[in-house]
């Protein structure tokens, strides 16, 4: 019996068919790219102080000097959320005295800013902070929109799948387009933030979803060859193009209603698509919808000019591929014996920490000195080649070894960035940029090494579940950026303690290179510095014939 790549074959592996299934699906990535960290400029926060009303009776001078002051990178700044007393200072004003000379600030008393705020427009003309008024007692709300997104992205993980082998992939890639460009469209007009959150939380379902079905169906129409630059340097190289004309996008549009219109506009683009990315033959066989899939395969032919059997897709050796009834497997299986626990464990924790370490890193931009676009910019640029460094790094090399050194390298430029002396803005951007080049490119490799570790009947799974835990990382890394408020190194010396961190437990973990695929629990591979008694050579035979069977606890 052959099997579906060997019935294709004569398609060849990289023909206009095949060129353009690439490309057409990696360009359906790039609204992903801009939709996932449009955040950053929809949620800035620009600088601002508390309002004093043009009504109030006072001096020019008492004007000037009724919001308190605070040394901020060694300049005088006013204080965001704290005014003088209103009623102290127009007193004051009237009795003729001056600030400073003849009253001490230092002790006169404070309030909050009882008549609102404004907002710099140096670099944001309006943002949902600035229309919400989301600062002082009300910022805690500005990363919870964000985690709220990821929150969103969390449980489109958890239906993509299941809806695609349901209804097909094309259908749900667009349907899934559709709920990130429709719903993106109606937070335009929302009326709150509540209202605004709530879509957001849609958006990051379908935002993750389309990205997902677009890598499932690439992987399943491509050939084998092809299918790994396909799922490396194609969608993860287009989300970070889409990445880049995030601050394009934004540099040109400052008001976040009329940028988040310009951003639907793409998403409106890829409908015509419908007409040339086709279902995946693969799930039509699995659905035994043979006719489809040699409809498919005979236009593909035409494509790449060449002559295709009379019939492609026998039935009957078909049916015969299909699987039997697959043996349950459950998530307690995951943590069966103490060797795949630990290493399942330490897989969360390397997908999770790994995850805060980028989603911190790109959420952080506006907050690094100079230009916020630009840095925004450089943020996705080298995102580029950290893909290609992994893709390369993948081929030749160790998997422990090059995830845990572009770990360390990250983590270790991120703590450096400490001791950059004032005035030497330039170099902690630098250094931001390069620990952003370490963690993507160990971001990139993760995928292939879970999937190397694990065996085959529980191998999607695992991933699944680790992938998971990269979710509760982008859930939490809102919060790592909220800290720079309070401290500007600070965030940068707690991701780059976690990432020194989770780079030597990948030290831990067995080696995948080279070596077979488990196909059973038994012949996974042991965790580095554990002790085990040594095994007979008849009980490792037994051991490599053995079928284990799955239960739950």
Known sequence: MRDYDEVTAFLGKWGPFQRLIFFLLSASIIPNGFNGMSVVFLAGTPEHHCRVPDTA???????????????????????????????????????????????????????????GWEFSQDIYMSTIVTEWSLVCEEDWKTPLTTSLFFVGVLLGSFVSGQLSDRFGRKTILFATMAVQTGFSFLQIFSINWEMFT??????????????????????????????????????CTFFAIGYMLLPLFAYFIRDWRMLLLALTVPGVLCVPLWWFIPESPRWLISQRRFKEAEDIIQK???????????????????????????????ILDLFRTRNIATITIMSLLLWMLTSVGYFALSLNTPNLHGDPYLNCFFSALIEVPAYIAAWLLLRTLPRRYVIAGVLFFGGSVLLLIQLVPAGYNFLSIGLAMLGKFGITSAFAMLYVFTAELYPTLVRNMAVGVASMASRVGS??????????????????????????????????????????????????????????????KGSMEKEENSKVIITSF
Not at 211 to 235: H, N
């Open 300 to 330: 593909a032919a035409k494509i790449n000019n060449v002559t295709a059997p009379v019939v492609v897709f026998d039935p009957v050796e078909q049916q015969e591929q299909l699987p039997l009834k697959q043996q349950k497997v459950f």
């Open 57 to 115: 009776n006072l001096s020019s001078a008492w004007r000037n000097h009724s919001i308190p002051v605070r040394l901020q990178d060694g300049r005088e700044v006013p204080q965001s959320c704290r005014r003088y007393r209103l009623a102290t200072i127009v007193n004051f004003s009237a009795l003729g005295l001056e600030p400073g000379r003849d009253v001490n600030l230092e002790q006169l008393e404070q309030e909050g800013c009882l008549d």
């Open 198 to 235: 709530v879509l957001f939380v849609i958006v990051g379902m379908g935002q993750i979803s389309n990205y997902v079905v677009a890598f499932i169906l690439g992987t399943e129409i491509l050939g084998k060859s092809v299918r790994i630059i396909f799922s490396t340097l194609g969608v």
């Open 475 to 536: 859930i939490i890394a809102p919060y790592f950026v909220y800290l720079g408020a309070y401290n500007r190194v600070l965030p940068y010396i707690l991701m780059g303690s976690l990432t020194v961190l989770i780079g030597i437990i990948t030290l831990f973990f067995p080696e995948s290179f080279g070596r077979t695929l488990p196909e059973t629990l038994e012949q996974m591979q042991k965790v580095k510095g554990f002790r085990y008694g040594k095994k007979t």
